[in-house]
């Protein structure tokens, strides 16, 4: 139990559509990254929000953004959904940027059909 | 760019034995490397890291060695046990250059037989 939640558990959704994926971070964490781990591969960073500022983006398309909340909750967007954009979606807390020892969340399995 | 390399998608090996898992990366600035084991329908849990100042970082029964120079690093698991199994991440990052992008090899998954 890592006390980073996110929600839904899983999603489907059309091509073309958007998506809102939440994420509730440890308490007392105030840095909240995103990855995407597509079958059979590595998680792949997508962005990093450090007291509600992205602070740090891979190498995903302007269609991919985020959000995080005074709370350090965090969301992340998905317009114009792609088949490809089906994956398992991982929210990661930290305490402060350059801990690397991130907690992850269960994650959120998205289907794009 | 896959920069962070497991070569192998599997491994099983007998419970009490040693499991040893590998990783390989390309790129030199990478300072700080962790591994990471996944249970099925959980996130990641973090296990293990070592800094690029050390060669060696034992935790218990994990131990992860770095040699910088063949750009290399394995996780070490004596004695294995069946709770062991899952699949094993490895990441490189270098936390003041690239904002914590941690890049992650495709994992490995072990199996660890009774």
């Known amino acids: 139990e890592t006390g980073v939640t996110q929600s839904p558990t899983h999603l489907i959704k059309t091509r073309g559509q958007q998506v809102t994926l939440r994420c509730s971070s440890q308490s007392g964490h105030n840095t909240v990254s995103w990855y995407q781990q597509a079958l059979g591969q590595g998680p792949q960073f997508i962005f990093q929000?450090?007291?509600?500022?992205?602070?740090g983006r891979g190498n995903f398309p302007p269609r991919f953004s985020g959000l995080q909340f005074p709370n350090y909750s965090s969301e992340l967007n998905v317009n114009a959904l792609e088949l490809d954009d089906s994956a398992l979606y991982l929210c990661?807390?930290?305490?402060?940027?350059?801990?690397?020892?991130?907690?992850f969340g269960q994650g959120t399995r998205l289907t794009v059909v | 760019d896959q920069q962070v390399k497991q070569n192998s998608p599997s491994l099983s090996v007998q419970e009490g034995r040693i499991s040893i898992l590998n990783c390989d990366y390309t790129?030199?600035?990478?300072?700080?490397f962790l591994w990471y084991k996944k249970y099925p329908a959980e996130g990641p849990t973090f296990l293990i890291s070592i800094s690029s100042i050390k060669d060696k970082n034992e935790d218990g029964r994990f131990t992860v060695f770095l040699n910088k120079s063949a750009k290399h690093l394995s996780l070490h698991i004596v004695p294995s046990q069946p709770g062991d199994s899952a699949v094993y991440f490895c990441a490189a990052t270098n936390p003041t250059y690239n904002n914590n992008d941690m890049r992650f090899g495709a994992g490995t998954r072990l199996t660890v037989k009774p």
């Open positions: 990661a807390s930290s305490g402060r940027v350059g801990n690397t020892e991130a907690f």
């Open positions: 790129n030199s600035m990478f300072d700080y």
């Open positions: 929000y450090y007291r509600e500022e992205e602070n």
